[in-house]
Nanobody, 119 residues
């Protein structure tokens, strides 16, 4: 059974930092594209960042560029999202998801972790 489990969310003041973790079981992260999404109250879920299994290429939403960093530790089967200089608009439930290279859809999703940034 494939599972993605996020952790690391919490309450932080604006300007603070958090590091989210996504631990995978039942699949090897180095064979999948891993992404972080977030969903704010009353809004649609949107992509934040992703990392490729092919060449570790990364991409970021414009809203988080320069503040967030995605990385992967294959030995721990874990993907991280380091979030610095957090803003109140970063408040959301953050999800990690995985898809096979070349697939159009993300096939596995975690349950999410809440990030709340106070002003």
């Amino acid at each position: 059974e494939v599972q993605l489990v996020e952790s690391g969310g919490g309450l932080v003041q604006a300007g603070g930092s958090l590091r989210l973790s996504c631990v995978a079981s039942g699949l090897s992260l180095d064979e999948y594209v891993i992404a972080w999404f977030r969903q704010a109250p009353g809004k649609e879920r949107v992509g934040v960042s992703c990392i490729s299994s092919v060449d570790d290429a990364t991409s970021y939403a414009d809203s988080v560029k320069g503040r967030f960093t995605i990385s992967r530790d294959n030995a721990k089967n874990t993907v991280y999202l380091q979030m610095n200089n957090l803003k109140p608009e970063d408040t959301a439930v953050y999800y990690c998801a995985s898809r096979e290279v070349g697939a159009a859809e993300y096939s596995y999703w975690g349950q999410g972790t809440q990030v709340t940034v106070s002003s």
